[in-house]
Nanobody, 121 residues
Framework: QVQLVESGGGLVQPGGSLRLSCAAGGSIASIRDMSWYRQAPGKQRELVATISSDGSPNYADSAKGRFTISRDNAKNTVYLQMNSLKPGDTAVYYC???????????????WGQGTQVTVSS
């Protein structure tokens, strides 16, 4: 079993910053892409940022210039540094990993439990 454990969410004022962390645990053979998604009330889940195994990032337009995704492959951990936060960033943020277990021949989608980010004055 592969588990993704998220941390770093909370309440922050507009213009503030947060750093989200997501650590993958279990009998992991390898991880390809890791991503952050978010879902606001009444909205579809949307991709915020993704990062490949070699560290190449991609961002949604809403995140460009404000958010930075990074990863530490030795720790099987992905981060999302969020700066200049806006009320529109309020959502549950979910970690994603495309990973393969030691006992499996296939890569599988894994999701974290979600962490709440609230941007409000």
């Amino acid at each position: 079993q592969v588990q993704l454990v998220e941390s770093g969410g909370g309440l922050v004022q507009p213009g503030g910053s947060l750093r989200l962390s997501c650590a993958a645990g279990g009998s992991i053979a390898s991880i390809r892409d890791m991503s952050w998604y978010r879902q606001a009330p009444g909205k579809q889940r949307e991709l915020v940022a993704t990062i490949s195994s070699d560290g190449s990032p991609n961002y949604a337009d809403s995140a460009k210039g404000r958010f930075t995704i990074s990863r530490d492959n030795a720790k099987n951990t992905v981060y999302l540094q969020m700066n200049s936060l806006k009320p529109g960033d309020t959502a549950v943020y979910y970690c994603y990993a495309d990973a393969r277990k030691l006992t499996s021949s296939w890569y599988t989608d894994y999701w974290g439990q979600g962490t709440q980010v609230t941007v409000s004055s």
